[in-house]
């Protein structure tokens, strides 16, 4: 158990729907990484969240946004779907905002995103 | 934009070999992770290497990092069923602003039969 919690575990919607991901992270804990992992274009960093600000935007969609909270949690909310956007959602938690140089990112189990 | 190759893609071998997977690019990173994840899990962390050059080994795996700090490689001995997963390479990448993301490869489906 890596301390980071996602749920929920697996969704399904249909296209053209809008869902929302959340993400715990490890007990102190500052950083939040958001990726998407699919077959074919494997792990792929979407954004990051240090203390409620955004930090780095990586190959995010514009219909994806993400936030972090006042408590650490962050929300990937996911709006106009299509079949393309079905992959694994991974959160991943570090202390710092500096990975990997001085701390270590913890994944959570990932959300399964299937769009029907 | 940096890409990390990773090869093979698929690889089956018997309990009792070796292997190496290795994980190219054309760009330099400060520093390389190698990461094994397991069906419905999220990945693991099993080393960070940093310097060009560096030789890092936890227990049966050996890991390094070129001179270069553009390719590393990972090395099983004597492989064991619980070795079986998906073993991924991230190299860091720096943003603007001085954070670093991960840029991951396609990893290396690794399956190691009794």
């Known amino acids: 158990d890596s301390g980071v919690t996602q749920t929920p575990k697996h969704l399904i919607t249909a296209t053209g729907q809008r869902v929302t991901l959340r993400c715990s992270p490890r007990s102190g804990d500052l950083s939040v990484y958001w990726y998407q992992q699919s077959l074919d274009q494997g792990l792929q960093f979407l954004i990051q969240?240090?203390?409620?600000?955004?930090?780095a935007k990586g190959n995010i969609l514009e219909r994806f946004s993400a936030q972090q909270f006042p408590d650490l949690h962050s929300e990937l909310n996911l709006s106009s779907l299509e079949l393309g956007d079905s992959a694994l959602y991974f959160c991943a938690s570090s202390v710092g905002v500096r990975v990997p140089l001085n701390t270590e990112a913890f994944f959570g189990q990932g959300t399964r995103l299937t769009v029907v | 934009t940096q890409l990390l190759e990773q090869s093979p893609q698929f690889l089956s071998i018997q309990e009792g070999e070796n292997l190496t997977v290795y994980c190219n690019s054309s760009?330099?990173?400060?520093?390389l992770q190698w990461y094994r994840q397991e069906p419905g899990e999220g990945p693991v962390l099993l080393v960070t290497?940093?310097?060009?050059?560096e030789v890092k080994k936890l227990k049966r795996l050996t890991f390094q990092f070129g001179d270069a700090r553009k390719d590393s490689s990972l090395h099983i001995t004597a492989a064991q069923p619980g070795d079986t997963g998906l073993y991924l390479c991230?190299?860091?990448?720096?943003?603007?602003?001085?954070?670093?993301?991960?840029?991951f490869g396609k990893g290396t489906k690794l399956t190691v039969n009794p």
């Open positions: 991230a190299g860091a990448a720096r943003n603007q602003g001085g954070s670093e993301k991960l840029v």
């Open positions: 760009s330099v990173f400060s520093s």
């Open positions: 969240y240090y203390n409620g600000e955004e930090r």
């Open positions: 290497v940093v310097t060009g050059g």
